[in-house]
């Protein structure tokens, strides 16, 4: 299966702030995946990364708050803008293998913790 | 709305015993199914993919697929005190998105 490295691990911000987070796959994989996870809840799909086209966003979530980069087929971030307490949650990064066909399975980063302030 | 349901326990199991998971989907189109692990404060990690109706076998997991009842199932043989964590039912609908259920806390009794 492909190694995805997310950074930074864990960060603790200042409301008002934005944080850049970073998902690297050590393949070339069409679809990436944005995910939050709230304590103790399941996964919710933030937005689909596909290389070379615009991210496609779930229902709540929106490109000015949650704005997302694709610039080649290892490599996306996740930007949280303006964040606000209610952010805090662990953001995790996958990837479709197998050439992101659905029918493959995702792999996930090792997540990032984020915490407001 | 595709949904994907699991009993979120805990589900409570003596070492050495079979834990039993279960997980209902919505959409009957559904092709492909997953289960994830994931220990407290880590990421999910991938443990079983099944595709056909019937049963897969790696090593102590079963998955089991049944279509028909739109239910799929993973089995823990030989249970161990590492095996507690919370497991995660995902199918995928058709696309490239996946649906997860909310999980079930599965505990290994030493």
């Known amino acids: 299966s492909a190694v995805i490295s997310q950074k930074p691990s864990r960060d603790i911000c200042q409301r008002g702030t934005s944080l850049t987070i970073q998902c690297q796959v050590d393949?070339?994989?069409?679809?990436m995946f944005w995910y939050r996870q709230q304590p103790g809840q399941s996964l919710t799909l933030i937005a689909t990364a596909n290389q070379g086209s615009e991210a496609t966003y779930e229902s709540g979530f929106v490109i000015d708050k949650f704005p997302i980069s694709r610039p080649n087929l290892t490599f996306s971030t996740l930007t949280v803008s303006n964040m606000s307490p209610e952010d805090s949650s662990i953001y995790l990064c996958s990837a479709g293998m197998g050439g992101g066909a659905g029918n493959q399975p995702q792999h996930f980063g090792d997540g990032t913790r984020l915490s407001i302030l | 709305q595709k949904e994907v349901e699991q009993n979120s326990g805990p589900l409570s199991v003596p070492e050495g015993a079979i834990a039993s998971l279960n997980c209902t989907y919505s959409d009957r189109g559904s092709q492909s199914f997953f289960w994830y692990r994931q220990y407290s404060g880590k990421s999910p990690e991938l443990i079983m993919f099944i595709y056909s109706n019937g049963d897969k076998e790696d090593g102590r997991f079963t998955a089991q697929l049944n279509k028909a009842s739109q239910y799929v199932s993973l089995l823990i043989r030989d249970s161990q005190p590492s095996d507690s964590a919370t497991y995660l039912c995902a199918v995928n609908p058709g696309g490239f998105k996946t649906i997860f259920g909310a999980g079930t806390r599965l505990f290994v009794k030493a």
């Open positions: 393949s070339q994989v069409t679809m």
